[in-house]
């Protein structure tokens, strides 16, 4: 099992930028293919990104394709989303989240298809 928790979220300018990151803690972090989701008021939640357990693969939601950078650094249990360009529809509250996959390759982009959650970091993007 794997517990998660996201920070770096606020209110920046339409243009700008943000990291966020999610530390995971308890076994075989390396193990955990991770994506981050987002739900804006009023929506359901949605895929932005997602990484393959061993990093080597990434995908992204078309609407961030370009603009979003999602990493990982297994040593630290650590999953970053580094998001430019940002724009007032990016608004929403960004959820990261694990799937045990270790030695698979598809990348899963479904809410239902991830165990693990974290409660959440408020991104808010003014024009």
Known sequence: Q???A???GGLVQAGGSLRLSCAASGRSFSMYTMAWFRQAPGKEREFVAAIIWSGGTT???DSVKGRFTISRDNAKDTVYLQMNSLKPEDT???YCTARYQYGGSYLYSGVRDYNYWGQGTQVTVSS
Do not use: R
Request: without cysteine; glycine residues 8%.
């Open 2 to 4: 794997v517990q998660l």
């Open 6 to 8: 996201e920070s770096g």
């Open 59 to 61: 995908s992204y939601a």
């Open 92 to 94: 929403a509250v960004y």
